[in-house]
């Protein structure tokens, strides 16, 4: 379903943290943007959007703040050749489809209208209702090989398809169905299909922390180049503490020797960035935090390159307490931030791959 998010605000739609903050909430109702427009409160404006663009899309959600929500809805009641009424000191459609406090969602021509009265700090319940997310990941498979496998087998099911990298071995596929889609058997028929290589998830990070609650199971990360933010991303999602045991972020030399235990061997001239600093960082971390499972990193994400080794190269590790050991050396590209974020996706994949049986399908 088209979905267009405007925001009808003189300061909100400048304010990146709320923006950010909007973006999670619709992804949480599986609701996907697919424009965005930036409006201030100039009401003729909106007036004429809603008469054009409510033709090319089936949602609208309308950020709105305490100056333009009355507006918008007296706006609408005129579109919808209707009353308003006066509810909790707003002004609000009176056709509306739902209603509940600072949120109004309306129909107007067969295009449902969600109207959020927020602030800085708040942001009302979102009520459009959007279809089950079967988004999911592959693991170790290439884009083409994908591509042709998957939309052969998409034909009998009425499901389509977009599928693209997030890293070399890591695929993304966003699935696209319709009331004639039959979601279960094209479910079955992937699993059959990739056997050990599908993620049910949208999200890998939650995927984890899922799997470890249901079999109590607990990690801990040994981060470097990273810098913490592969922590960061696993903390993002509610219920990490019970599975989550904690984290080292070692940037210096003295730092991994200190708190990991990482031997002067695996930290001179340049070895620093290597298989064996990775590894002993993984079971210096396990050791100390006592946890199932751990996942390491060190390698160079700058600009340049450093002591021999070239920037986007790096060692990563996943150790478990049973003596499960994973490795693997990467050869990213792009900025530091976006190389960070690689870096914690492949992190998070390794952890998947040690133990296949608990997180494949």
């Not at 605000?9 to 999670?24: A, P, Y």
Request: hydrophobic share 40%.
């Amino acid at each position: 379903m088209k979905h267009l998010l405007i925001y009808f605000t003189k300061d909100l739609s400048f304010n990146n943290s709320f923006c950010n903050f909007v973006d999670r909430k619709l992804q949480e109702k599986n609701l996907i943007t697919n424009s965005i427009i930036k409006l201030n409160d100039d009401d003729s404006k909106l007036n004429t959007l809603l008469e054009i663009d409510a033709k090319k899309y089936e949602l609208i959600t309308i950020i709105a703040d305490e100056h333009s929500f009355s507006m918008i809805n007296k706006i609408l009641a005129t579109l919808k050749e209707c009353e308003l009424f006066l509810v909790d000191d707003e002004f609000i459609v009176a056709d509306t489809k739902v209603y509940q406090k600072n949120s109004v969602l309306i129909d107007l021509n067969g295009i449902s209208i969600n109207v959020l009265k927020a602030s800085a700090f708040y942001l009302p319940e979102i009520l459009h209702t959007a279809k089950a997310n079967y988004d999911f990941l592959i693991s170790d498979l290439d884009l083409e090989s994908a591509e042709i496998l998957l939309n052969t087998s998409v034909k009998p099911y009425g499901v389509n398809l977009n599928i693209f990298s997030i890293l070399d071995n890591l695929l993304y596929v966003k699935v696209t169905t319709n009331e004639y889609s039959d979601e279960v058997g094209f479910l079955n028929s992937i699993k059959s299909l990739f056997p050990k290589k599908i993620l049910f998830t949208n999200n890998i990070y939650k995927h984890i922390i899922t799997k470890l609650k249901e079999n109590n199971k607990k990690f801990s990360l040994a981060e470097s180049c990273t810098g913490g933010m592969i922590a960061s991303n696993f903390t993002k999602i509610d219920g990490a503490s019970e599975v989550y045991e904690g984290s080292v972020v070692t940037y210096s030399n003295k730092s991994k020797k200190a708190w990991l235990n990482v031997d002067d061997f695996y930290l001179e001239n340049g070895a620093v960035y290597s298989q064996n600093c990775s590894l002993a960082m993984a079971n210096g971390v396990l050791k100390l935090t006592k946890a199932n499972y751990t996942i390491s990193c060190t390698g160079v994400l700058g600009a340049n390159d450093d002591l021999g080794t070239k920037s986007g190269v790096v060692y990563i590790s996943a150790v478990s307490d049973t003596g499960l050991i994973l490795h693997e050396r990467l050869e990213l590209k792009g900025d530091r931030i976006y190389m960070q974020e690689q870096c914690s996706y492949a992190c998070a994949l390794l952890l998947c791959k040690l133990e296949k049986d608990l997180f494949f399908e």
